[in-house]
């Protein structure tokens, strides 16, 4: 056993000791957004880690280095994500300066109607992170045009970013290439088609609902004279300012075909990054070679203005100078390394009180509890999906979500008679999904910063990441769809648990 992998958490941990930290830590939340107006909560964290962690050594009598190695191992499983996320930052400044995405956003300007735009926008990011296998890879590429299109058609940031995130976690958990649709059977006992099969009943009725909520936001949205103009206004404005060109769609492309075809995400972005500089250099017109480098270069580790405003010609109309002031907030400064250090940094400290909290016991103590209060077949899984987004809460990390509750309730699936397909479901329709509805949670994270909108706004207009629960906890209080097997097999598979 390596220094920095888990250790036995002790068994005796009180209930309420372990609460403690949580209690901290939402006091400590409240009072950073609601009474102090911050939208920073990397300290609110800090400080509920050292509570926790204060907790362990004195009243546990867990060593701080123990502690400290518990912290250490929560930041390794997630230092993939961090390095992913600084890439995303360079990819989204290199495809804005190049003018990938002002072109994306003109094209969907004009080929989407207001009034199905939602909807559109769901069904793209559905089909892009089916075929990528990655919510943030689908978010940080068409993910950041469509929010530049849904804002210049005035659709609410809020209900744009939450259909894409609908859509770009459709893919996350049902794709044959996600990391968590791997993880998710693999941590329940069952195949990977089976898992993906058995998917298919809980994730459909969601999408389907998500889709006619979209519809009906969408046909809400006055179209009127005034929305084309300033659909037209924009249009101009970026076309004024950008040459676009079809060479503009082989960045993207190659980026989707290299993911699709399961090259790592990390080398398949930094392609799509330096392609997306080559193409930019050749298409877009700039005074000298060196001056244009050094504003790639600029752009890629964060920010650099493209002065659109100050690019416009004297004695526009308002309808242009508004239109000019909606692209330069959609384009300006956007994407590059500098801007995710933020991100990174509530990661780390989120992953820190993880850390602690799985280290100390504390974490499995407040499982355990629940796990306490299960008394049938619905119970169980209403107890599982809470117990993965209190996870996704607590230990800030989508793969923690899935692996803890995976252990801990794999025997109880069993026991009951219960396929391990329907624990691998149940890990995915809320430990996957729920993600992105916690801020300080990496995905959460990693949303807010690509797309540009918080948590606060989205959460309640990507239905299908809290659809994906509630149906998940009514098929297991109804019974359906919940495959059983036979005694002989339970009891087997059982055997093998114990080894």
Request: with cysteine; aromatic share 8%; proline share 5%.
């Amino acid at each position: 056993m390596s220094a920095t992998e888990p250790t036995a958490p002790p068994p005796d941990v009180p209930f309420f000791l372990a609460l403690l930290p949580v209690a901290a830590l939402v006091g400590l939340l409240f009072l950073n957004v609601q009474v102090f107006g911050s939208g920073d909560n990397q300290v609110a964290l800090v400080l509920a880690a050292a509570i926790a962690a204060l907790i362990a050594v004195v009243f546990l009598k867990r060593p701080w280095k123990e502690l400290e190695q518990g912290i250490l191992h929560s930041i390794q499983m997630a230092m993939q994500a961090i390095l992913i996320l600084l890439v995303v930052g360079m990819l989204i400044a290199a495809w804005v300066k190049a003018g990938i995405v002002p072109m994306m956003i003109v094209y969907g300007l004009k080929l989407i109607s207001p009034s199905v735009f939602l909807v559109t926008a769901c069904l793209v990011c559905a089909v892009v992170s089916l075929a990528t296998g990655s919510s943030w890879t689908t978010a940080g590429t068409v993910g950041v045009a469509l929010i530049g299109v849904g804002t210049a058609l005035g659709l609410s940031p809020g209900m744009v970013a939450g259909a894409i995130v609908s859509g770009a976690y459709f893919g996350d958990k049902m794709s044959p290439l996600s990391d968590t649709t791997n993880l998710a059977p693999a941590m329940a006992g069952a195949t990977l088609i089976e898992h993906i099969k058995h998917m298919v009943w809980t994730v459909t009725p969601a999408l389907l609902i998500a889709l006619v909520l979209y519809a009906v936001l969408g046909g809400k949205h006055d179209a009127g004279p005034e929305v084309f103009a300033r659909v037209d206004a924009v249009i101009a404005t970026i076309q004024a300012n950008f040459t676009l060109s079809p060479w503009l769609l082989i960045p993207p492309v190659l980026t989707l075909v290299l993911v699709a075809r399961n090259l790592p995400a990390i080398p398949a972005l930094l392609v799509g990054t330096v392609s997306a500089v080559a193409v930019g250099l050749f298409v877009q017109p700039h005074a000298s070679l060196k001056d244009e480098l050094a504003g790639y270069f600029g752009a890629l580790y964060g920010g650099y203005g493209l002065n659109l405003v100050d690019g416009l010609a004297e004695g526009t109309s308002e309808v242009q100078r508004s239109a000019a002031e909606v692209v330069q907030s959609l384009l300006d400064g956007r994407g590059g390394m500098k801007s995710m250090l933020g991100t990174v940094a509530l990661i780390l400290c989120a992953l820190s009180f993880g850390g602690v909290m799985e280290r100390s016991g504390m974490l499995a103590a407040i499982a355990r509890k629940i796990l306490g209060l299960v008394r049938g077949t619905g119970s169980l899984v209403a107890a599982t999906v809470f117990t993965c987004f209190g996870i996704n809460v607590l230990a800030s990390d989508q793969y923690m979500s899935i692996v803890v509750p995976g252990r801990m309730y794999r025997t109880a699936f069993l026991q009951r008679r219960l396929h391990p397909k329907n624990l691998s479901r149940c890990l995915e329709d809320s430990g996957t999904v729920t993600s992105a509805l916690v801020p300080w949670n990496t995905c959460g994270a990693q949303m807010t910063t690509v797309l540009g909108v918080s948590t606060a706004l989205y959460w309640k207009f990507a239905f299908l990441n809290w659809l994906c629960p509630l149906v998940s906890i009514t098929y297991g209080l109804i019974g359906f769809t919940l495959t059983k097997i036979s005694d002989e097999e339970a009891e087997r598979r059982l055997r093998g648990e114990a080894g």
